[in-house]
């Protein structure tokens, strides 16, 4: 009898602050602060921020740290691996 285990979870991880200033990008300007951050939402993978060679998700996730996180709905399973 062979056997596996399998693990799936809910992970919310909030990153430290990165500060800006909208005024210095043309495709902000003129926006709420609600409608950047709609925009930036929509765009997080292609928007580069001055001064750093890596769009603003990849800022975040690699270059930010972890100031808060959370593992919910953990379910841990022993399944029958049929080989």
């Known amino acids: 009898m ?4 399998t693990k799936s979870f809910r992970s919310y991880e909030v990153y430290d602050t990165i500060e800006f ?3 210095e ?3 902000l300007e003129g926006k709420t602060e609600v409608e950047i951050l709609n925009y930036l939402n929509e765009n997080k993978y292609e928007f580069m921020l001055k001064d750093m060679d890596e769009c603003l998700y990849d800022q ?3 270059h930010n740290d972890v100031v808060k996180d959370k593992i919910m709905d953990e379910e841990v399973n022993l399944i ?4």
């Open 2 to 5: 062979k056997i596996r285990l």
């Open 21 to 23: 200033n909208p005024e």
């Open 25 to 27: 990008y043309s495709e």
């Open 60 to 62: 975040f996730v690699f």
């Open 80 to 83: 029958l691996v049929n080989e």
